[in-house]
């Protein structure tokens, strides 16, 4: 790949990454696409191959590239599925040809299971927690978290008015992409309480 190419490279990943700014994609995100596609241009170079004319062999060859070297199944789909976006991008600004390249299947993504923390272990953290108020907000939220299976995101989001208090438990209104309301037990409830108060 000449330098010219190079040029060119960080030249459409730079217009690339304006375009995803523009859209609104979070800072993070940005980063991720500019450091997969930093990857497929260093590879690009060692391989003196150039990213307008890259056939699906030659992506598929990044992608067996990133296998050898480790990177796990959901690494090597982001990277993969990052170097397509970016040259189906391209080929509506320049001449590039997409033939065959859409066709590439990347791996598919593996699932983690969440790791569940023992209700024991949950129970001593909030037991643990100082008689101060950030002690009260972190007993309480180790409860409501332990009792709902609520996001942190959610539970930090609820407001007083979100939560209805019973004479044994309480009830509280989540909203966000998954609304719904959850009930919580006395304990859990008594501890929001004083929270509250």
Do not use: W
Request: hydrophobic share 40%; aromatic share 6%; glycine share 4%.
């Amino acid at each position: 790949m000449s330098l010219n190419m190079s040029i060119a490279f960080e030249r459409a990943k730079k217009t690339f990454l304006g375009f995803l700014q523009a859209r609104g994609k979070a800072l993070n995100t940005i980063k991720n696409y500019a450091c997969d596609l930093s990857e497929l241009g260093e590879y690009c170079s060692s391989r003196r191959i150039d990213f307008q004319k890259m056939s699906a062999g030659q992506l598929e060859q990044f992608h067996e590239s990133l296998r050898k070297r480790g990177l796990r199944v959901n690494s090597r789909r982001r990277k993969l599925m990052t170097a397509k976006t970016f040259l189906r991008y391209m080929s509506n600004r320049i001449d590039i040809s997409m033939v065959g390249v859409e066709k590439l299947i990347p791996p598919e993504k593996v699932e983690k299971p969440p790791r569940v923390v023992p209700r024991s272990t949950v129970l001593r953290l909030a037991s643990e927690q100082p008689a101060t108020e950030m002690g009260m907000r972190n007993r309480a939220l180790l409860f409501v978290l332990l009792e709902t299976g609520m996001l942190v995101t959610e539970a930090l989001a609820l407001k007083q008015s979100d939560c209805t208090f019973l004479d044994t438990s309480a009830t509280l209104t989540l909203s966000g992409k998954r609304a719904r309301s959850v009930t919580i037990s006395e304990l859990a409830a008594k501890h929001l309480l004083a929270l509250i108060e």
